[in-house]
């Protein structure tokens, strides 16, 4: 069965302090692997999509990589604003779906 | 500001009510589908359109109804909901046949029934 497992699923950071969030995934053929941003009351914002082991995208101070069996988020230097919970999701399979399979998220807090 | 605009932002209705939620994208998009979300929980997959084309209905109880009048509108009919149904529904698009595009979500409608 396909799974996507996030951790840890709260963190709480200091201003400035950088840390890594972890999203594993078992999922048989990987079609991609999303990261959003969701802000309470909010939908879910678009961050990154990573297709293959080793590749990396970044975006200000986030940055995204993935490997054969996770991926993490790592934030560098942290503000205030990027306190939200951040989704991991997979599309896998070789159906023609779309599906989404997405882990129970990471609510992140900084504090100033 | 998303590219994904849902209307209404807030719903209350009583459980013998008729009421539809809508969504609406400008981004070209082919793909377009609709999640429940309950609080602290990830999306849940309803339903997805493909080409006007329902193309997934992951068990929904026909007391949700969905509807896809264009390339552009996703609808969702609801009659004689339960109150277990309050929840964030949020709709999304993404590419047609490119299935490993990203979705991008709506800012939700919140229901909450009687």
């Known amino acids: 069965e396909d799974q996507v497992t996030q951790s840890p699923e709260a963190l709480r950071l200091q201003e400035g302090e950088s840390s890594s969030l972890n999203c594993s995934y078992t999922v048989s053929g990987l079609r991609g692997l999303f990261w959003y941003r969701q802000d309470p009351g909010k939908g879910p914002e678009f961050l990154f999509t990573?297709?293959?082991a080793g590749e990396e995208k970044e975006k200000e101070r986030l940055k995204a990589t993935l490997t054969k069996k996770e991926s993490f988020l790592h934030i560098t230097a942290p503000k205030p604003e990027d306190s939200a919970t951040y989704l991991c999701?997979?599309?896998?399979?070789?159906?023609?779906?779309?599906?989404?399979?997405f882990g129970q998220g990471t609510t992140l807090q900084v504090k100033p | 500001d998303t590219e994904v605009t849902q209307t209404p932002k807030h719903l209350v209705m009583g459980m013998t009510n008729k009421k539809s939620l809508k969504c609406e994208q400008h981004m070209g998009h082919r793909a377009m589908y609709w999640y429940k979300q309950k609080a602290k929980k990830p999306p849940e997959l309803m339903f997805v359109?493909?080409?006007?084309?329902?193309?997934i209905n992951e068990s929904v109880p026909s007391r949700f109804s969905p509807e896809c009048p264009n390339s552009s509108l996703l609808n969702l009919h609801l009659h004689a909901l339960q109150p277990e149904d309050s929840a964030l529904y949020l709709c999304?698009?993404?590419?047609?046949?490119?299935?490993?595009?990203?979705?991008?979500f709506g800012d939700g409608t919140r229901l909450s029934i009687l």
């Open positions: 359109y493909s080409y006007e084309k329902l193309s």
């Open positions: 990573l297709y293959s």
């Open positions: 999304a698009s993404s590419s047609g046949q490119v299935l490993n595009q990203p979705q991008h």
């Open positions: 999701a997979v599309q896998a399979g070789s159906g023609n779906t779309g599906k989404l399979i």
